[in-house]
């Protein structure tokens, strides 16, 4: 059984860094047709797709945030890391990692609990 | 700004049936990629609700059904019941975006 958790900060300041970390476990991103990607949902508002990770290390990003993210995979230790860059007020969200399957057509089957992550000075 | 449209929300009594709509454009739906919808209880993660247009994963109700035509696809919950309130939402790539999009979202309130 596939499961997944977020961690990272809770509070970040404006025009710094954030760093999220997904740790997974019950499936490898090292076998084919595996994916990670991360989604974000601001409160009271719509997910919001990021980012995703293949097992042969192709990344994808969203156009509007290509140049502020950046994701890498650790499959030695099952984790996914999405770092993004300058962050603003809006960037506070609920943050989802989830696993994303090809044979699936990319749809995202197990989801994280989501970790909240908070901009303000 | 989303490009897949869905009504913010729809409502139903006990037992009726009820439909949420997902329009898109030729850059998404309409140039034949899949549509997965996805359902958020209160408080809760996302969960994948119907995969690939019109397909169930274990342990998904029959209750939910898909459907996809043209540029839109189609989200129908039969015999509503009270456990099904909850946000949902489409999604689907879109190529001139270069990337996955979600839909707006739709509440759904069993009256």
């Known amino acids: 059984q596939a499961t997944l958790r977020e961690s990272g900060p809770a509070l970040v300041k404006p025009t710094q860094t954030l760093t999220l970390t997904c740790t997974f476990s019950?499936?490898?991103?090292?076998?084919?047709?595996?994916?990670v990607s991360w989604i974000r949902q601001p409160p009271g508002k719509a997910l919001e797709w990021l980012a995703r990770?293949?097992?042969?290390?192709?990344?994808y990003y969203s156009t509007s945030l290509k140049t502020r993210l950046t994701i890498s995979k650790d499959t030695s230790k099952n984790q996914v890391v999405l770092t993004m860059t300058n962050v603003d007020p809006a960037d506070t969200a609920t943050y989802y990692c989830?696993?994303?399957?090809?044979?699936?057509?990319?749809?995202?089957?197990?989801w994280g609990q989501g970790t909240t992550v908070t901009v303000s000075s | 700004q989303s490009v897949l449209t869905q009504p913010p929300s729809v409502s139903g009594a006990p037992g009726q049936r009820v439909t949420i709509s997902c329009t898109g454009r030729?850059?998404?739906?309409?140039?034949?990629?899949?549509v997965h919808w996805y359902q958020q209880l209160p408080g809760t993660a996302p969960k994948l609700l119907i995969y690939?247009?019109?397909n169930r994963p274990s342990g998904v109700p029959d209750r939910f059904s898909g459907s996809k035509s043209g540029t839109s696809a189609s989200l129908a919950i039969t015999g509503l019941q009270a456990e099904d309130e909850a946000d949902y939402y489409c999604?689907?790539?879109?190529?001139?975006?270069?990337?996955?999009?979600f839909g707006t979202g739709t509440k759904v309130t069993v009256l």
């Open positions: 019950g499936f490898s991103l090292s076998t084919s047709g595996m994916c």
């Open positions: 690939i247009n019109t």
């Open positions: 030729s850059s998404n739906i309409g140039e034949g990629y899949d």
């Open positions: 989830a696993r994303t399957l090809v044979i699936l057509h990319y749809a995202t089957d197990v």
């Open positions: 990770i293949d097992w042969d290390d192709e990344e």
């Open positions: 999604q689907s790539y879109d190529s001139s975006l270069r990337g996955y999009v």
